[in-house]
Nanobody
Framework: VQLQASGGGLVQAGGSLRLSCAVFGRIFSINGINWYRRAPEKQRELVATIASGGNTNYADSVKGRFTISRDNAKNTVYLQMNSLKPEDTAVYYC???????????????WGQGTQVTVSS
């Protein structure tokens, strides 16, 4: 299984970016999918989560600005980031608990990370 994150880049404050995380492999099911970020000299932060049924949760720091969504047919999750701020600068990682088959086996998987830089 591979998670391929993309869509990062350099943007001015107030701008927007959309991150994508595509899942490839012998997938039986994908449970919750998460976006994390790690800024320099800071701890990893859970940014947004979307459950298999579509329920979402966000960190307080991004509520109202970020939207997580998923396309189950494409095994892809998106993070739409609007009104970006310099403090959103970080490497963003997608993460998911995935059951593969055969044989049936569940595991935690991570994407490679994509850099988001917001200039002031």
């Amino acid at each position: 299984v591979q998670l391929q994150a993309s869509g990062g880049g350099l943007v001015q404050a107030g701008g927007s970016l959309r991150l994508s995380c595509a899942v490839f492999g012998r997938i039986f099911s994908i449970n919750g999918i998460n976006w994390y970020r790690r800024a320099p000299e800071k701890q990893r932060e859970l940014v947004a989560t979307i459950a298999s049924g579509g329920n979402t949760n966000y960190a307080d720091s991004v509520k109202g600005r970020f939207t997580i969504s998923r396309d189950n047919a494409k095994n892809t999750v998106y993070l739409q980031m609007n009104s970006l701020k310099p403090e959103d600068t970080a490497v963003y990682y997608c993460n998911a608990y995935i059951t593969t088959s055969p044989p049936l086996r569940g595991n935690d998987y991570w994407g490679q990370g994509t850099q988001v830089t917001v200039s002031s």
